[in-house]
């Protein structure tokens, strides 16, 4: 019998291409989301397949969903600050206060795993040169603050028969089905195609990075892993480590490897007041689990370029759906 994996947020970023991927292992995948973002990249004609479109508050609904499920990976929330903002009430009931009636209605299910998505953004600003698991979290906004919340909500409730736990992941790029274009390496590589000019804002501040297609590549790992080598763990998951400044110059000479035509791409600074920066050190999730990513950021880059060039992520500069804010902002969600 197949095993079923439920992936809340399946619709999303790093959904759109999980799902597919798991599919295709051969696990049976029930991809849980509002589809605020629309269902286009999902494959709703595969057999193994189901999707529900509903709400993760709906506490009820997720319950009937569980039963029968081996594995929960809970992507879903309202993601990245400028989309947290718009109404943080609103953000606050569907990224913690729903949290954990989700994990308890899983463990009374008869879940057996439960992986939770937090952000390395929960170390807020930091010094240290390598920012470990165990680093203080210290979140400079709500949304932040909220993914670490969750943390110790699950590990409340793990048991020998539940096994939790917890992935930071880095700021994720590259292309899948639903891609964001509102990530560092994303946005940049996007107005060096499209713009044939780079805007950095700030430039100083440290960023770590992974290929979503090393995230999605974690998750597998996570699902088949003897459980005592992640029962009540935290894992940072990342790789390069890079300031804003020194990842434009990598899109910079990608996209002009990739479309000379494009060549020379400016880059012009200006200052931000996002002053997130931290190193984040990822050796433990390599040290205890073997996971070492294949991508980088340069990888990333080629990626989006053949995506654009193969005409994948039309409209790109005017389409709301690859931007999360103005997405929420037009559905005014509720």
Excluded: W
């Amino acid at each position: 019998m197949k095993r079923h994996v439920f992936v809340t947020g399946g619709a999303g970023y790093v959904g759109s291409l999980l799902v597919p991927t798991l599919l295709d292992t051969g696990y049976r995948v029930t991809a849980y989301d509002t589809c605020y973002f629309g269902d286009y990249a999902m494959p709703k004609g595969h057999p193994d397949f189901e999707l529900i479109v509903d709400d993760i508050r709906n506490t009820p609904r997720l319950a009937a969903g569980f039963k029968g499920v081996d594995t929960v990976i809970h992507l879903a929330c309202i993601s990245n600050d400028p989309s947290f903002e718009l109404d943080e009430g609103l953000s606050k009931t569907i990224n913690y206060d729903c949290f954990e009636p989700m994990v308890v209605a899983a463990k009374q299910a008869g879940v057996k795993r439960f992986i939770y998505a937090s952000s390395s953004s929960v170390y807020g600003v930091s010094n240290e040169p390598n920012v470990t698991e165990e680093h203080p979290l210290v979140p400079l906004t709500l949304y932040n603050k909220f993914k670490g919340m969750c943390e110790p909500e699950l590990f409340r409730h793990q048991t020998p028969e539940f096994t939790c736990t917890t992935i930071r992941p880095a700021t994720l790029c590259g292309y899948a089905p639903r891609t964001r274009l509102d990530l560092s390496v994303n946005i940049l590589t996007n107005h060096a195609v499209n713009k044939g000019a780079i805007t950095v804002f700030g430039g100083s501040q440290m960023r770590p990075n992974l290929h979503i297609a090393d995230m999605v590549r974690c998750y597998e790992l996570l699902l088949t892993i003897a459980k005592e080598k992640i029962a009540g763990q935290i894992f940072n998951c990342g790789f390069q480590n890079m300031s804003i400044a020194d990842i434009a110059l990598a899109v910079k000479r990608v996209v002009e490897q990739e479309f000379p035509e494009k060549a020379p791409i400016g880059i012009q600074t200006t200052p931000s007041n996002d002053n997130r920066s931290y190193h984040v050190n990822s050796d433990k999730i390599t040290r205890l689990l073997g996971f070492r990513p294949k991508y980088n950021i340069e990888d990333a880059v080629r990626d989006l370029c053949k995506a654009f060039r193969e005409g994948k992520l039309p409209d790109s500069l005017t389409d709301e759906r690859y931007v999360n804010v103005r997405t929420l902002k037009s559905r005014k969600a509720a």
